[in-house]
């Protein structure tokens, strides 16, 4: 006998998970508060499998996400070492993607369900705001207008922030910072510090990602962000979508960090209540899918693993270790990948079965 959901509630579950753009994953509309997506299912008697459950230090809200359905599905089908395993993405907090890609009503909803999520749990809630996605430079430069549009989108991100009481983390305009001053009169420099300021203004802690500098000596990073308004920012995200080690993240973002002091940079000073861990700048680490480190710019790297499950460090400059990129979103058309943002349950299964936790931060 098949042990599965009513049709009833797999509509409800599928209500929960809507498309994405085609270039960026557009995250699905939340769950009801509960331990995790597939927590709150109805769970069928089943046999052991040996596969361990991903472990979830409740530290940052754990919302729905595209994983969960597919899950569902491999209930139904009894496959139960794969739904062990893809239930390993399902039930990890994962942050919520919002940008350019959705009108400012969506964007605002989509973060609302995150800051709902988190304070019905009392755990944060991580949003990754992709704004100026569509935004190179040439055209920011030649379209005054996209600032206001920046703005406003800006705005609908926090929206209902304070309202709800939550504790949010945004990370800020991921894949952005490298592609500054890439032509003349280049504004978006400017227009970011405005966003960190309306964001912290809502409570949010703003980590600018800079992701994209890591290729570079922590000296020449430096002076691409030392001329960026930093007086809203709480820290850095780093290796975002990237597989690197979180130990040489860590490594290189504290070197950045005291290269970025030396430039006269204040990097000590507490920026408020929304401040994790000591004062000054720290850093968080996007450990999604570094299980096994492997080099930059791969794309569907079917070598890949998930790596540490989302905690707070606190321990020196590490706030904390964050998954930003959601595991199974395809990164493109390669290595058998959908188009980029759309999930892929092969992906998601390779990245579970490989998953290593790192020991210097598994308990």
Known sequence: MRHGLTALTVAAVAAVLVGCSASTP?????????????????????????????????????????????????????????????????????????????????????????????????????????????????????DPSLELAYQERTEAVVRDLPSTGATAWIILEPALVQTLDTCDADPRGAWLGDAAATLASAGAAVYLDITGLAVLSPEEAVVQVARLDLAHVVGFSLNVGQHRPTAEQRAWGESFLAALAASGADVTSSRGTADPGQPGLGLIIDTSRNGVPLERGQCNAPEAGIGTAPRLVADGVLDAVVWIKRPGESDGSCNGGPGVGQFSQPIALELARRGVLDPAYAN
Not at 68 to 88: G, I, K
Not at 99 to 109: K, M, Q
Not at 111 to 118: F, G, I, L, N
């Open 26 to 142: 557009a995250p699905e509309a939340s769950a009801p508060p509960s331990s995790s997506p597939l927590a709150s299912l109805p769970q069928p008697e089943r046999p052991a499998t040996g596969v361990d459950p991903w472990p979830d230090f409740g530290d940052f809200a754990v919302d729905s996400n595209k994983a969960v359905l597919p899950a569902h599905n491999l209930s139904v089908e009894e496959r139960w070492e794969d739904y062990d395993y893809l239930s390993r993405i399902a039930n990890t907090a994962q942050a919520r993607w919002v940008g350019s890609w959705e009108d400012n009503t969506r964007v605002a909803g989509l973060a609302r369900d995150v800051y709902r999520k988190a304070a019905a749990t009392e755990s944060i809630g991580l949003v990754a705001y992709q704004g100026m996605r569509d935004y190179p430079c040439e055209r920011a430069a030649a």
